[in-house]
Antibody
Framework: QVQVVQSGAEVKKPGASVKVSCTAS????????IHWVRQAPGQRLEWMGW????????KYSQKFQGRVTITRDTSASTAYMDLTSLTSEDTAVYYC????????????WGQGTLVTVSS | QSALTQPPSVSGSPGQSVTISCTGT?????????VCWYQQPPGTAPKLMVY???NRPSGVPDRFSGSKSGNTASLTISGLQAEDEADYYC??????????FGTGTKVTVL
């Protein structure tokens, strides 16, 4: 059964960083792309970036360029999203999602990780 | 990259059809047949409903259909059912090798 499972909720102070993990199972991890998407409370989905697991290539949304880093550990079938210089505007549910290389759609999605930024 | 434009809400009675539009630009929707639709019931992760404009993944009812004309894509739900009540988001691949989502549409079954 294909699934991606994310790490648990986080509470961070303004200025801090957060690292969210996404562990895959049921498929060949290196054949796929992992995307990160966030959703602030009551707001729309917002694409943040992707990593091609096989060759470690990455691409980020201009909005997050310089603040987000997506990495992967193929031995652990896990991808990570690191977001720095957090503000209250970064309070959101962060999702990872799988894309078969060259498919252009996301399926499945992780369950989401709530990151709360509060002093 | 600006969000794709969707109507905030649409509604219909059970059995009726509703259509959600998704308007982009020639840099995304208009230039690629890489438009997807995701369903998101409250408090849950999004679920893929349509990919590549009009294709349905296995398990998605054929009541859901997609199309595209120019810079605007559409999702039609025929024979509306109570379980279809959710938020729906379109997404598109873009010329910058990135992705953009729509503003989201709340579907209400009356």
């Amino acid at each position: 059964q294909v699934q991606v499972v994310q790490s648990g909720a986080e509470v961070k102070k303004p200025g801090a960083s957060v690292k969210v993990s996404c562990t895959a199972s049921g498929y060949i991890f290196t054949d796929y792309v992992i995307h990160w998407v966030r959703q602030a409370p009551g707001q729309r989905l917002e694409w943040m970036g992707w990593i091609k697991v096989g060759n470690d290539d990455t691409k980020y949304s201009q909005k997050f360029q310089g603040r987000v880093t997506i990495t992967r550990d193929t031995s652990a079938s896990t991808a990570y999203m690191d977001l720095t210089s957090l503000t209250s505007e970064d309070t959101a549910v962060y999702y990872c999602a799988r894309e078969k290389l060259g498919a252009y759609w996301f399926d499945p999605w992780g369950q989401g990780t709530l990151v709360t930024v509060s002093s | 990259q600006s969000a794709l434009t969707q109507p905030p809400s649409v509604s219909g009675s059970p059995g009726q059809s509703v259509t959600i539009s998704c308007t982009g630009t020639s840099s995304d929707v208009g230039n690629y047949n890489r438009v997807c639709w995701y369903q998101q019931p409250p408090g849950t992760a999004p679920k893929l409903m349509v990919y590549d404009v009009s294709n349905r993944p296995s398990g998605v009812p054929d009541r859901f259909s997609g199309s595209k004309s120019g810079n605007t894509a559409s999702l039609t739900i025929s024979g509306l059912q109570a379980e279809d009540e959710a938020d729906y988001y379109c997404s598109s691949y873009t010329r910058s090798s990135t992705y953009v989502f729509g503003t989201g549409t709340k579907v209400t079954v009356l």
